[in-house]
């Protein structure tokens, strides 16, 4: 069976050539970063590297190394006007004559690393509105405004998901040639759902709706929703939000009282507003308690927030809880 690669999707999807190149580009280094991945304890790279990144949680081996790549990937592209890591403290202008600034978590769930459990790498690509100089300021537009989003999942075989504001679609790597071919066309989620994906450990320090549509949830059948739910967790968001693009459900990462300075765990550029994009454009609805994320302004590009998202039906669902 013939498949199509990436290349000649972007362009029978007339994608602007710009654009195509990062996404290239995004997908060759992450093909490299699956080959640093699969071999592990055997190239001395698992464990801690032994500091902090800005967000202020300790950094893997693999986290600087994947960083470092994408960085030098993106920075050797012209379409490239500049890059923002949740690994790197400010912005990194790259070319002054680019079109595009890219948002990025090089590895998603690396706490996943060292138990050689799933992560992946999380993209998302901004227009460049502003004046030569990037700043902080040029990246902070709405999720709404993305031109692509994207993950690579680096699991039993290594995926890339896309978006390029017309729908979802999926490529696998094919380990022989190095190329990803398509696999996916039409991604589509379930407007009801049958499983949920939260970190239970932390139920106590919720807020007390979140604790209520879960326990409701739990109690399945004898509960006031009437039917029974499956609960998932990988501890990476990137494969939680790939199972419910394979085959429905909700994820979220709610408000959590022990740092109640923060609204959330994830981070809106490197995560919410880049998944949001794909659940979106998949069927799906991507809320806070509050509002749609895709909606937010920005204050900075560190920013966080809680995050609910997946099943249409569901996530209104659990919004309603928060609202009534």
């Known amino acids: 069976m013939s498949r199509i690669a990436l290349p000649q999707y972007l362009a029978d999807a007339s994608v602007a050539a710009e654009l195509q190149s990062i996404i290239i580009g995004l997908a060759e280094v992450s093909a490299d970063i699956s080959i640093a991945l699969a071999k592990g304890a055997l190239a001395g790279i698992l464990g801690a590297a032994g500091a902090e990144n800005v967000q202020g ?51 998603d769930g690396s706490s996943n690393i060292d138990i050689n459990s799933m992560v992946g790498t999380i993209f998302s690509v901004l227009p460049h509105t502003g004046d030569a100089t990037v700043t902080e300021q040029d990246f902070l537009q709405p999720g709404r405004n993305q031109s692509a989003a994207g993950y690579v999942l680096y699991g039993p075989s290594v995926m890339l998901v896309l978006s390029t504001g017309n729908g979802v679609v999926m490529f696998t790597l094919d380990q022989d040639t190095g190329s990803y071919l398509l696999t996916e066309s039409d991604v589509n989620i379930p407007a009801e759902a049958k499983e949920f994906s939260i970190n239970m450990s932390n139920q106590r320090h919720w807020l007390a709706p979140m604790q209520t549509y879960i326990s409701d949830l739990i109690a399945g059948k004898d509960g006031p929703r009437g039917k029974d739910f499956n609960m998932r967790w990988v501890a990476a968001m990137v494969a939680d939000v790939h199972r419910i693009l394979c085959r429905g459900g909700l994820f979220t990462y709610p408000w959590d009282s022990r740092k109640p300075e923060q609204a959330g765990k994830l981070r809106l550029m490197y995560e919410a ?52």
Not at 60 to 68: F, G, Q, R, S, T
Not at 279 to 304: F, S, Y
């Open 57 to 107: 949680e300790d950094q893997k081996k693999l986290d600087v190394i994947a960083n470092d790549m994408i960085k030098d990937a993106l920075a050797a592209l012209p379409a490239v006007r500049g890059l923002a890591s949740e690994e790197e403290t400010d912005v990194v202008p790259c070319h002054t004559s680019g079109s595009f600034l890219v948002t990025f978590d090089p590895l």
């Open 273 to 324: 507003n880049p998944m949001g994009f794909l659940v979106e454009q998949a069927g799906g609805e991507v809320w806070t308690p509050d509002g749609k994320i895709l909606d937010i302004q920005p204050e900075h590009i560190h920013q966080r927030v809680p995050v609910i998202l997946g099943a249409a039906n569901e996530v209104a669902l659990c919004v309603d809880y928060h609202q009534r």
